[in-house]
């Protein structure tokens, strides 16, 4: 329960501290690190507005798209509390419950007969499949590792006390953050801000979304960034206390936010056809930490 009510506190600001990042970054002023959360308050008050072309898929996959990710935070826990689900296997559960969602956020863009979004909705998708042999093997080096397979007795068990296992440590942090990015589609892999649909990725999945259903939507990428941001902490939170544990989570969340905007400031956008090969590149970086695993286990021969 502790890890639900964090990730909801951390997604408040999180895309704030983001667009402040990038406010700060670019000389601007900028909006409030609350205004995100008022645009999608001021979404919720309105109605939405369906196509005729769209069928009943399209209205019930904002639900879906938000329900999934709630479900997948269920199963994170914090240091040494559970998540409120636990269960041999469930880093497996939280892939697929997110790629469930996913898949109704991009049938839905199909739904309505674009082509433009129909274009965005195969970009999403290959994306998505090319990041989930990265974090199989991240999760199976650490199962391997600890010799557990639920994701609080892999954080409560992990340590990081030798060269090796900060390496792993900080090679696991750049893949979760990749893939954060990725499903989050953010820079280098996509931009939010672009408006050109020939290279837009989620956005234009998301063009004829309004109203309530684009608040859930909206709402459902913060509690995202949020909820990786925790996969990150629990790598380095361990069994903590909570005195210590709680602001050295939310310490994490935000310089992981700051990173991002860092990231978004000074990168540019991947050329398209570079995307699957960085995305696919990620797995690389997992099959190092399962040699580091093994390296460690003493396992090499």
Do not use: C
Not at 226 to 253: H, R
């Amino acid at each position: 329960m502790l890890s639900l009510v964090l990730i909801l506190i951390a997604s408040l600001f999180f895309t704030g501290i983001i667009i402040r990042t990038k406010s700060i970054s670019s000389g601007r002023k900028g909006p409030g690190i609350f205004q995100p959360v008022k645009d999608v308050w001021r979404l919720f008050k309105k109605g939405s507005v369906y196509s005729e072309t769209t069928s009943f898929v399209f209205q019930i996959a904002p639900v879906v798209y938000f329900s999934s990710v709630v479900m997948a935070i269920l199963v994170v826990p914090f240091g040494s509390t559970k998540g409120i689900i636990s269960f041999d296997g469930d880093f497996i559960f939280f892939a697929y419950v997110l790629a469930l969602g996913k898949f109704f956020s991009i049938i839905s863009a199909m739904d309505t007969g674009s082509s433009f979004e129909g274009m965005g909705a195969s970009r999403e998708a290959l994306y998505s499949m090319f990041a989930e042999p990265a974090f199989f093997i991240l999760m199976g080096s650490f199962a391997l590792l600890t010799g557990h397979t639920s994701f609080f007795e892999i954080f409560s068990t992990l340590h990081l006390g030798s060269y090796i296992t900060y390496a792993l440590g900080i090679m696991a942090t750049f893949v979760l953050v990749m893939i954060a990015m990725i499903e989050n589609s953010r820079m280098p892999i996509d931009d939010p801000k672009t408006h050109l649909e020939l290279t837009m990725v989620h956005e234009v999945m998301i063009l004829d979304n309004s109203g309530f259903d684009l608040g859930l939507i909206l709402s459902t990428g913060y509690l995202k960034f949020a909820m990786y941001g925790t996969l990150i902490a629990n790598l380095y939170i361990g069994e903590l206390s909570l005195i210590y544990a709680i602001p050295a989570f939310f310490f994490i969340q935000i310089a992981f936010a700051v990173s991002v905007g860092i990231i978004e400031s000074f990168m540019a956008r991947y050329r398209i056809s570079h995307n699957p090969q960085f995305i696919f590149a990620l797995s690389s970086v997992s099959l190092l930490i399962f040699l580091g695993v093994l390296l460690v286990l003493g396992k090499f021969v």
